[in-house]
């Protein structure tokens, strides 16, 4: 890029990087897991067994603070409709409150969508405490809540709180609202549109306030937002549970912008690169720009593409597995790079929880399971919550079965070729076959 930079100087009018477009997930410290909600109602609320329709309550009791919230305040509540981008309908009124120069939530969707909760079952067999219950994690679609919220530091955010237990939630921030943000509050002159800055009266003030946002600044707005807008639990909850939030970020996309004096030259330039990065980027050499080495074994998208996102405007997108890097051109002299880095496994964050449950009731296990929970599996219940004789034998799972020293054709020890089957080629008679007559 400054090698860019030098050849094209005299086309450019500046060149900033930052942070763009950044997705994080929030997650319930102390009521992540099944042991912990068990001893949150039995130890802290009290109640004795926990069903359905004591998670129901806690669902129904958010659903309606959220209703007289959004009464109380005068917020437009509406369903989500399909075909319809939230955020172009949200516009008008996130135009009105920079106009009035007012800071708070303007807006709230609901939607249903696939969220994380928790399943409750009754064991198949009985057992000494009657109001023992399985907790389970499962994925069900239930009611979403997207609070459109303009803050004074990070400037439009939406925050997404699932409805259902344990009320995860999700946060949508953009690195140039926080940049517009510090260039008002500091009096520099700037034209902004969408997220882009087509000019600035100080560029290097533009880009001191981009190398300002920190972790320590978007943990503290985002723990504001979520103590006003999240699920509530009382003070004498959040004490003995140690109640906080943990955040992950599951997206962020960080960009180099470069701003032409004119079209002519951008225009051009993109159509190079365009052909140059088709033909002459390789999965060897993708795989070289994300520090990596390509193997049989690789999972994911490895591919170079154009995509059109509307008439005239097209995206040039390199693809190593979960990210991606991507170049486009708008406004006329505004050409973008930027490297956008997806990681899907962070919305599971129990294998990485810190610290150890202090009590673990009903005898779920406080150590997490060896692998991710899926509520589809159908079958002997595990030793840990078999209420049944523990002398009993564990069922032999697919990882004991793998590693079995006995072959499928029940001969234990093979002595030689351990992974094959047994040969069905039978021998050849050693005594030779007379051959028939030829016929006339």
Same mark, same amino acid.
């Given at each position: ?7 094209? %100087? ?35 609320? %009290? ?56 800071? %708070? ?40 809540? !997207?609070? !459109? ?11 997404? @709180? ?55 600044? $978007? ?8 103590? $006003?807008? %999240? ?16 955040? @992950? $970020?599951?997206? =962020? ?61 097209? =995206? ?125």
């Amino acid at each position: 890029m400054e090698l860019f930079t030098q050849l094209f %100087g005299e086309w450019l009018a500046f060149v900033y990087h930052c942070f763009d477009r950044i997705v994080i997930y929030g997650y319930l410290s102390g009521l992540s897991r099944p042991e912990q909600v068990v001893h949150f109602f039995r130890n802290v609320v %009290g109640v004795p067994a926990v069903s359905k329709e004591v998670l129901s309550q806690r669902t129904a009791d958010y659903q309606a603070w959220v209703e007289a919230f959004a009464r109380n305040h005068r917020l437009p509540i509406e369903w989500a409709e399909n075909g319809v981008r939230k955020e172009d309908h949200v516009l008008p009124w996130q135009r009105r409150m920079a106009r009035a120069e007012a800071y %708070g939530v303007y807006f709230v969707f609901k939607s249903m969508e696939q969220g994380t909760t928790f399943r409750v079952t009754v064991p198949k067999y009985p057992t000494k405490d009657p109001n023992y219950r399985i907790l389970a994690h499962q994925r069900s679609r239930f009611t979403h809540y !997207y609070f !459109y919220i303009r803050d004074e530091v990070l400037g439009p955010i939406v925050m997404r @709180a699932g409805s259902f237990f344990p009320f995860q939630t999700t946060y949508y921030l953009n690195g140039h609202s926080f940049i517009e943000q510090e260039l008002t509050r500091a009096q520099i002159g700037f034209r902004k549109h969408d997220n882009a800055f087509l000019a600035v009266d100080d560029v290097t003030a533009l880009q001191a306030a981009a190398d300002k946002l920190s972790p320590e600044i $978007i943990r503290r707005r985002l723990d504001y937002w979520t103590l $006003i807008l %999240g699920p509530k639990f009382s003070a004498k909850q959040r004490k003995q549970l140690n109640l906080s939030r943990f955040y @992950a $970020i599951t997206q =962020v996309e960080y960009c180099r912008n470069f701003i032409f004096k004119r079209h002519f030259p951008i225009h051009k330039l993109f159509e190079r690169s365009c052909e140059l990065g088709l033909w002459r980027l390789t999965a060897d050499k993708i795989a070289e720009i994300f520090g990596t080495r390509l193997n049989r074994k690789m999972r994911g998208k490895l591919a170079t593409v154009i995509d059109r996102i509307e008439h005239g405007h097209h =995206v040039f997108r390199a693809y190593f597995k979960n990210a991606f890097l991507k170049q486009y051109e708008k406004f006329a002299t505004f050409l973008r790079n930027a490297l956008v880095s997806a990681l899907p496994n962070h919305h599971r964050p129990l294998c990485r929880f810190p610290g150890a449950v202090a009590q673990r009731p009903c005898r779920l296990s406080a150590a997490p399971a060896p692998r991710p929970a899926d509520h589809r599996r159908c079958g002997p219940l595990p030793r840990h919550q078999d209420p049944r004789s523990p002398s009993r034998p564990p069922p032999r799972g697919p990882l004991a079965c793998r590693h079995s020293p006995r072959r499928l054709d029940r001969q234990a020890n093979p002595p030689c070729r351990p992974h094959h089957l047994r040969s069905l080629r039978r021998r050849l008679p050693s005594q030779p076959t007379a051959l028939r007559p030829a016929q006339a």
